[in-house]
């Protein structure tokens, strides 16, 4: 073995909770290096999420050497946890070399077998770039396949036969699709080729190690070109089949982009903005029920989509059900999905429109809403929103969402003032509502039943003229006041 060929010289820097592991582990006579997605983190300038150790030392050898060692799981991987707030340090894994197991099930070897050297540990790992270690105290990456030069070439490859490796641990497939997009590199053709050829065997993996790809993926910095790998190479029919549909569908005048497309689009702009997840997702479903609903319109000349909104938010509550997400991810999304055509134009669209769409997303989604929209718009390759409009939405969203100023304010009601002054329904009880809301209107604190009982009382006992002008008057400070609320509202957002 060319010792020169295979290691480089390079000295990272490393959190203390990290070296102070190998440190203990070459101390006490074993071997200690840092590998995999750390490794490969260090050397394409990024931050680790996590640091794995591997040594010779065995899962007692370990526990015996670091008081503090926690768990120990099914591979022998003991952690090691230290005092930090840093939660990439919290938790560091130590897992002894091991060798590649035997897979009957696509997935999980069916035995796990401690390795002797450094060497077969790297030989197990499924792509080049995760196949190097790092020796903290020699300041030198250990590199048996080649996986410094794909980094610089951003190449993704498998290390040795890609074709038997996916075979091995159909999970890997999915692993490089998302590694490609995380990292934005090119699958090596041989790779990309097994790929295909063993896409089948994504059968066998479950919904959930699916999902936690996919949500990689998504939320990587490019989800595009990772969905449209993972297209490319036959692997969406076992992440999002529904997508697909999506393909080579044109659409009406307004577009320039197929359906397919234009979800992408709107996909990628939510990641460009750092929107959250669940927009990220309701994004890239917001059409998905725009394929079943494609209908030619004679007399439009035109494609037409009715009810795409309905039927893709039930499309994005299956699809997203199927694919085992936590219940809040697809009530949100498929929520974002159902309503998010309802936005109009800002110069159209009335305060009752937008109280109605409140009322049917709900306050806290919103303001989601409206990045689903943004992504919707410049999915279509249209421009921004200009700023005025923007503030005008919002203006009219926070309109919509105020509490009115009304009589419902005030802490009692008709019914109670009836029984208070013993009258039937009438102009009288409507006078006296109004009269309180004046006074609780300069003087919130007034705003209890105790009071509100007693001057109802004395309200009542004034002579029916003089009730009906305080009751006027009382109105009118309403007026006045809901004016001067929604004016508010206006100058904050800076719109007329
Ligand atoms: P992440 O940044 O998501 O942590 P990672 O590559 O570190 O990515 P881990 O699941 O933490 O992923 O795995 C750590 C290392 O273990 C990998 O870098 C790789 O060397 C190896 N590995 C993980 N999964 C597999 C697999 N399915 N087959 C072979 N080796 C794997
Ligand atoms: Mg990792």
Same mark, same amino acid.
């Given at each position: 073995m060319n010792e020169l060929m295979e290691s480089h010289k390079k000295t990272y820097k490393i959190p203390a909770e990290v070296s102070r592991v190998t440190e203990t582990l070459e101390k006490a006579g074993f071997e200690a290096y840092l590998v995999g997605g750390c490794v490969r983190d260090l050397e394409t300038g990024n931050k680790p999420k996590d640091w794995d150790?591997?040594?010779?030392?065995?899962? $007692?050898?370990?526990? /015996?050497?670091?008081?503090? @060692?926690? #768990?120990?799981?099914?591979?022998?991987?003991?952690?090691?946890?230290?005092?930090?707030? $840093?939660?990439?340090? /919290?938790?560091?894994?130590? @897992?002894? #070399?091991?060798?590649?197991?035997k897979y009957s099930d696509k997935r999980r070897p069916d035995g796990i077998t401690f390795a002797d050297n450094l060497e077969d540990d790297l030989k197990r790992r499924d792509f080049t770039i995760n196949a190097m270690a790092y020796s903290v105290s020699q300041g030198h990456v250990l590199d048996l396949y080649q996986g410094h030069q794909d980094i610089k070439d951003k190449v993704l490859r498998t290390v040795g036969n890609p074709h038997e490796r996916f075979s091995e641990d159909a999970l890997r497939i999915l692993r490089a699709v998302r590694l490609a997009s995380e990292l934005g590199f090119t699958i090596n053709k041989e790779t990309a080729d097994a790929i295909v050829e063993t896409a089948l065997s994504l059968k066998h993996i479950s919904a959930e190690r699916i999902r936690d790809e996919f949500s990689k993926m998504i939320d990587s910095p490019r989800p595009l070109e990772g969905v449209v790998i993972a297209q490319r190479l036959g692997l969406l029919t076992y992440i999002l089949p529904e997508m697909e549909e999506g393909i080579g569908k044109e659409q009406n005048g307004d577009h320039i982009y197929d359906v397919w497309e234009h979800n992408l689009r709107a996909l990628q702009h939510a990641a460009d903005r750092g929107w959250p997840f669940h927009v990220k997702l309701a994004a890239l479903l917001h059409d998905v029920g725009k394929p079943a609903t494609r209908r030619w319109s004679d007399e439009k000349k035109d494609w037409t989509f009715y009810g795409h909104d309905v039927v893709g938010g039930r499309m994005a509550k299956k699809a997203l059900e199927r694919l085992k997400f936590p219940k809040k991810i697809v009530d949100d999304v498929s929520t974002l999905v159902r309503y998010h055509l309802f936005f109009s134009d800002v110069d159209k669209i009335t305060l009752s429109a937008v109280r109605r769409i409140v009322k049917n997303v709900g306050p806290e989604l919103v303001w989601d809403l409206m990045k689903v929209r943004a992504c919707d718009r410049i999915g279509m390759g249209r421009p921004k929103e200009t700023p005025y409009r923007l503030r005008k939405y919002e203006s009219m969203i926070e309109e919509a969402m105020r509490a009115p100023v009304s009589v419902g304010m005030l802490k009692i009601d008709g019914a109670r003032i009836m029984e208070v002054i013993r009258e039937t329904p009438g102009p009288k009880v409507g006078f006296v509502l109004h009269a309180l809301l004046e006074e609780v209107l300069d003087d919130p604190t007034l705003n209890t039943a105790e009071y509100l009982e007693g001057k109802a009382t004395e309200l009542a006992k004034l002579p029916l003229e003089e009730l009906k002008k305080l009751g006027e008057q009382g109105k009118e400070k309403k007026d006045e006041k809901e004016a001067g609320e929604i004016d508010e509202i206006r100058k904050k957002h800076w719109v007329k």
């Open positions: 150790v591997t040594t010779n030392a065995r899962p $007692d050898d370990i526990k /015996k050497l670091f008081d503090e @060692t926690f #768990y120990e799981n099914d591979f022998g991987t003991v952690g090691v946890v230290s005092e930090t707030e $840093d939660p990439t340090l /919290k938790v560091i894994e130590i @897992t002894p #070399y091991r060798l590649e197991g």
